[in-house]
């Protein structure tokens, strides 16, 4: 119950008593039975309605039930009355008027009405307080908060999941024979490079060489050969 919610019925109830021509006195007690809001109307006079309204409040707020409802069957048991105005030091009463206060199912307090002029102006002025917190209640419900999900520590976001580069891993992983493979075939092509390729660069300079002197041995003719081998000028 809230100083809000206790002012809202209050106007309520005031404007029918006004309606009614009936000044009242006006309280409202929260679920504990503790004075939220009290008020009135006919002051300075109706000082006794004060006390009155207050344990109709907290009557209807201890039975959960309307102060005629508990005058009705309380009325059979013998000092009933009495014995509970003792206990509660006179914030216990059997008199129409007074009505617990319900928000969303739950009792949230209770209102207690004297001072009516009329009979059972005090429960009509107590109703229409509680009609006008019936018209504000879809306002006044707690809206449900979302609850936070749980995530493991560590874990990643599913919004972030699609933000993280993908690692590319292969199919399965090698062997220990081919590992030892490739390792063979890198140590023969380091040998090959150190010992085989100079080797064979060297060869294929020599034959450039050679074919470079053969090239300048110009060919001869068959009669020069002839000359020659004979002895004879060339």
Same mark, same amino acid.
């Given at each position: 119950?809230?100083?809000?919610?206790?002012?809202?019925?209050?106007?309520?109830?005031?404007?029918?008593?006004?309606?009614?021509?009936?000044?009242?006195?006006?309280?409202?007690?929260?679920?504990?039975?503790?004075?939220?809001?009290?008020?009135?109307?006919?002051?300075?006079?109706?000082?006794?309605?004060?006390?009155?309204?207050?344990?109709?409040?907290?009557?209807?707020?201890?039975?959960?039930?309307?102060?005629?409802?508990?005058?009705?069957?309380?009325?059979?048991?013998?000092?009933?009355?009495?014995?509970?105005?003792?206990?509660?030091?006179?914030?216990?009463?059997?008199?129409?008027?007074?009505?617990?206060?319900?928000?969303?199912?739950?009792?949230?307090?209770?209102?207690?009405?004297?001072?009516?002029?009329?009979?059972?102006?005090?429960? &009509?002025? %107590?109703? @229409?307080?509680? *009609? /006008?917190?019936? +018209? #504000?209640?879809?306002?006044? =419900?707690? $809206?449900?908060?979302?609850?936070?999900?749980?995530?493991?520590?560590?874990?990643?976001?599913?919004?972030?999941?699609?933000?993280?580069?993908?690692?590319?891993?292969?199919?399965?992983?090698?062997?220990?024979?081919?590992?030892?493979? &490739?390792? %063979?075939? @890198?140590?023969? *092509? /380091?040998?090959? +490079? #150190?010992?085989?390729?100079? =080797?064979? $660069?060297?060869?294929?300079?020599?034959?450039?060489?050679?074919?470079?002197?053969?090239?300048?041995?110009?060919?001869?003719?068959?009669?020069?050969?002839?000359?020659?081998?004979?002895?004879?000028?060339?």
């Amino acid at each position: 119950m809230t100083v809000e919610i206790a002012r809202r019925i209050a106007e309520a109830c005031k404007q029918r008593a006004r309606e009614l021509r009936s000044p009242v006195s006006i309280a409202i007690v929260d679920a504990g039975g503790h004075l939220v809001l009290f008020e009135r109307m006919m002051a300075p006079y109706g000082w006794a309605t004060a006390n009155i309204s207050i344990a109709k409040a907290t009557t209807a707020v201890m039975f959960n039930q309307p102060t005629d409802a508990v005058a009705q069957w309380g009325a059979a048991i013998p000092g009933f009355a009495s014995s509970l105005a003792a206990m509660t030091q006179g914030r216990f009463i059997m008199a129409a008027g007074g009505w617990p206060i319900r928000l969303g199912g739950a009792t949230i307090g209770g209102i207690g009405i004297s001072g009516g002029n009329a009979p059972g102006r005090d429960d &009509e002025i %107590a109703r @229409a307080g509680l *009609a /006008a917190l019936e +018209a #504000l209640a879809p306002a006044l =419900a707690p $809206q449900p908060q979302p609850q936070p999900q749980f995530q493991p520590a560590g874990a990643v976001p599913p919004a972030q999941l699609f933000l993280q580069p993908s690692l590319a891993y292969p199919a399965s992983a090698p062997s220990s024979a081919s590992a030892l493979q &490739e390792l %063979a075939g @890198a140590a023969n *092509a /380091a040998d090959y +490079a #150190l010992h085989e390729q100079p =080797a064979v $660069q060297q060869a294929a300079s020599e034959n450039e060489m050679g074919g470079q002197r053969s090239e300048q041995i110009p060919q001869s003719d068959d009669a020069t050969l002839r000359k020659h081998l004979a002895g004879g000028p060339s």
